[in-house]
């Protein structure tokens, strides 16, 4: 069963709008998640990372959320550019140590056209 | 920079054939792990290694070995190749016993087996 369910699974944005992309877990326990960008034929790079059980981070342009007693979070993109077309990937990890899994997402497939 | 290195990048193999995906890693991590991505499925675990020596079976590890002969070098083994293991496999490096367990990825091997 998947454990990691993101949404929507695509999204076409104009150049400017804001966007936001949500994840929902049943990961448990919930060490920490993180967020990454997949540029089509690329790696994963991670854009942020949450922790607490109410947490907030900003980069830049991204901004996400974290509420572990809902299991859920979101991913912000704040003035979307061209090259923020890409799949946004959520990971849950199960532990803090190497004794962890990673959990892992479909992905969001974010278009953005000018 | 945290660097990890896959080869080679794209590959076509034969049924029946034995193929060796590598990879290296310059971040001195302990933990390297190895995934592959389908199309409408996160990334699935196959192997993974917590140190030179070590291979661990992940969550879909029938039909691959692994081999980490060194700190650096993470290798994964398809003795006996089948259409079902055409993929895009990502091999990944990660820090062991922090709060927030950090990993990096290669660009990814796109295998096709014919």
């Known amino acids: 069963k998947t454990q990691v369910e993101q949404s929507p699974q695509s999204l076409v944005v104009r150049q400017g709008e804001n966007c936001v992309l949500q994840?929902?877990?049943?990961?448990?326990?919930?060490?920490?998640l993180r967020w990454f960008k997949q540029d089509t034929g690329k790696g994963l790079v991670s854009l942020t990372v949450l922790v607490d059980q109410k947490d907030k981070t900003s980069n830049g342009r991204y901004s996400a959320t974290l509420d572990k007693d809902a299991k859920h979070s979101t991913l912000h993109i704040t003035a979307t550019l061209l090259d923020d077309t890409a799949t946004y990937i959520c990971v849950v990890g199960d532990r803090g140590s190497a004794l962890g899994r990673l959990h892992f997402g479909a992905g969001t497939q974010l278009i953005v056209i000018p | 920079e945290a660097a990890v290195t896959q080869s080679p990048r794209n590959k076509v193999a034969v049924t029946g054939g034995k193929v060796t995906l590598s990879c290296n890693q310059t971040n001195n991590h302990n933990n390297m792990y190895w995934y592959r991505q389908d199309t409408g499925h996160g990334l699935r675990l196959i192997h993974y290694s917590y140190g030179a020596g070590s291979t661990e079976k992940g969550d879909i590890p029938d039909g691959y070995k692994a081999s980490r002969p060194s700190q650096e070098n993470f290798s994964l083994i398809l003795e006996l190749a089948t259409p079902s293991q055409t993929s895009v496999y990502f091999c990944?490096?990660?820090?062991?016993?922090?709060?927030?367990?950090?990993?990096?990825f290669g660009k990814g091997t796109r295998l096709t087996v014919v």
């Open positions: 994840c929902n877990y049943s990961v448990t326990p919930d060490n920490h």
């Open positions: 990944a490096s990660g820090v062991t016993g922090t709060a927030n367990t950090e990993v990096f």
